[in-house]
């Protein structure tokens, strides 16, 4: 069984080093995974992810690479060589298969991205695909587990689905975490903490519903104590 601690990654969706670094001191001794996106990385957040490793934290860089194979397979070897835990990556076939290829020998977990939990329906159809968003995030995760990834990400909406497709052994990382009451902002395929994990999410990645709240430490506390009682 993976420690509750181990299960709860906290995004630093913050605009500079000195927020981030912040974020981590508010939550010292009860966090130390955290999770480095888009905005952060071009504030200066690899080296930052560079120093959480080396003081013993977990760092998933969520980056959602895609391009061509020999590029993804390049930028794959850097980021094993930076000691974080786990890379995101959109989950096109030939991407991962390069992706999975690069990564061998090292610790870096791959995880496909399968449909961004910010889309509905509405917003696949725009912009051209004619699955619903279920049906993608299946055909994707079972892509995944094909091509010898470690995990997926996907709203906790789908984990149920998502884990009859992959088994009990890959990752799934659920992002769009909200506890009851929160604001869900710009996402649309949201859940609970406890309902995530009671339909198979592995990791819950969250966000503002820490990062905002008045004491982070409480806030952090409230979702590892529901995430407690709901694997118990």
Aim: contains cysteine; glycine residues 8%.
């Amino acid at each position: 069984m993976v420690p509750v601690r181990d299960r709860l990654i906290v995004g630093l969706d913050l605009g500079s080093v000195a927020e981030a670094e912040k974020a981590v001191r508010d939550l010292d001794g009860l966090v130390d995974f955290f999770k480095i996106g888009y905005r952060l990385v071009f504030a200066g957040g690899l080296e930052l992810a560079r120093d959480l490793v080396a003081d013993g934290k977990r760092v998933f860089l969520d980056m959602k690479l895609l391009d061509i194979d020999n590029t993804v397979a390049e930028g794959v070897e850097s980021v094993a060589k930076t000691g974080v835990s786990m890379l995101t990556l959109h989950a096109y076939p030939k991407a991962m298969r390069a992706a999975v290829a690069a990564a061998q020998g090292s610790d870096l977990k791959l995880l496909g991205v399968t449909v961004l939990t910010s889309m509905d329906e509405a917003d696949l159809k725009e912009a051209g695909y004619a699955d619903s968003p279920a049906a993608l995030v299946e055909r994707r995760a079972r892509q995944a587990r094909e091509a010898g990834m470690d995990g997926v990400v996907c709203s906790a909406m789908e984990a149920s689905a998502v884990r009859a497709v992959v088994g009990p052994d890959m990752a799934i990382v659920t992002p769009g975490i909200r506890p009851a009451g929160a604001e869900r902002g710009d996402q649309k395929r949201v859940m609970t903490p406890a309902d995530a994990l009671a339909a198979g999410a592995s990791h819950l990645v969250v966000a503002r519903p820490i990062l905002t709240a008045p004491d982070r430490r409480t806030a952090a506390a409230a979702i590892l104590a529901e995430m407690e009682t709901a694997l118990q």
